[in-house]
């Protein structure tokens, strides 16, 4: 399929090692957070997400934190796997009734196994 | 699979001619959303319906597009007088009711204007 993000950050990392992918923020209003992983010619999948009243919330094999005070999000990646390989996005929310996420650009996990 | 539908999932086109495309969300997820997104990107916003309700629109979203959600459940996305650059992948997403905010979206439908 068509490639998702031909020219992103990349991080490569080798199988079974921790992942960490960095996300940094502009709104301060911001009170809602969420990562997706995105494969080639799919839509967006959910991984996991947080409230700005959080630092930092745990699902299956990923983490993620939150810094409000420098307004930095991150999602931590455990024993990261081949089929982890993907484009990663984070997404915003600002409590100011506009409903929509915003976007980040996205990051390219690569795993070598 | 998230179980919101796409249809088509790859619709090539000359420019100047119309296309429409649908989304059927999860049954009983009241609010859904058309995202835009072009490679190396993340996903931009377009519209927003609550119900059939159209609430909110991006100002992407030109005078060339228009987006229905008649009773409220599957919705279509049209584009008059494609150009070149309408090429995207074209995302529907939705929520289910009250209290939630994380979004599921579908599979997506990959124009290539010509």
């Known amino acids: 399929g068509e490639s998702v993000g031909l020219h992103l950050p990349t991080l490569s990392v080798q199988e079974g090692d921790n992942s960490i992918i960095n996300c940094a923020y502009s709104?301060?209003?911001?009170?809602?957070f969420i990562w997706y992983k995105q494969e080639s010619g799919k839509g967006p999948q959910f991984i996991i997400d947080i409230r700005s009243n959080m630092d930092k919330r745990q699902g299956q094999r990923v983490t993620v934190l939150l810094n409000k005070t420098v307004k930095h999000l991150s999602l931590q990646i455990a024993a990261t796997q081949p089929g982890d390989s993907a484009v990663y996005f984070c997404?915003?929310?600002?409590?100011?009734?506009?409903?929509?996420?915003?976007f980040g650009s996205g990051t390219r996990l690569q795993v070598q196994p | 699979d998230t179980g919101v539908s796409q249809d088509p999932r790859h619709k090539i086109t000359k420019r100047g001619q119309n296309v429409t495309f649908r989304c059927d969300p999860i049954?009983?997820?009241?609010?859904l959303y058309w995202y835009r997104q072009t490679l190396g990107q993340g996903p931009e916003f377009l519209t927003y319906f609550q119900n059939e309700a159209q609430l909110e629109k991006s100002r992407l979203l030109s005078d060339r597009f228009s987006a229905e959600r008649p009773k409220g459940s599957f919705s279509t996305l049209e584009i008059q007088r494609t150009e070149q650059g309408d090429s995207a992948m074209y995302l529907c997403?939705?929520?289910?009711?009250?209290?939630?905010?994380?979004?599921?979206f579908g599979p997506g439908t990959r124009l290539l204007v010509l």
């Open positions: 997403a939705t929520i289910p009711r009250a209290g939630r905010e994380t979004q599921y």
């Open positions: 709104n301060s209003a911001s009170d809602y």
């Open positions: 049954s009983e997820h009241n609010r």
């Open positions: 997404a915003e929310k600002a409590d100011t009734g506009r409903r929509a996420l915003t």
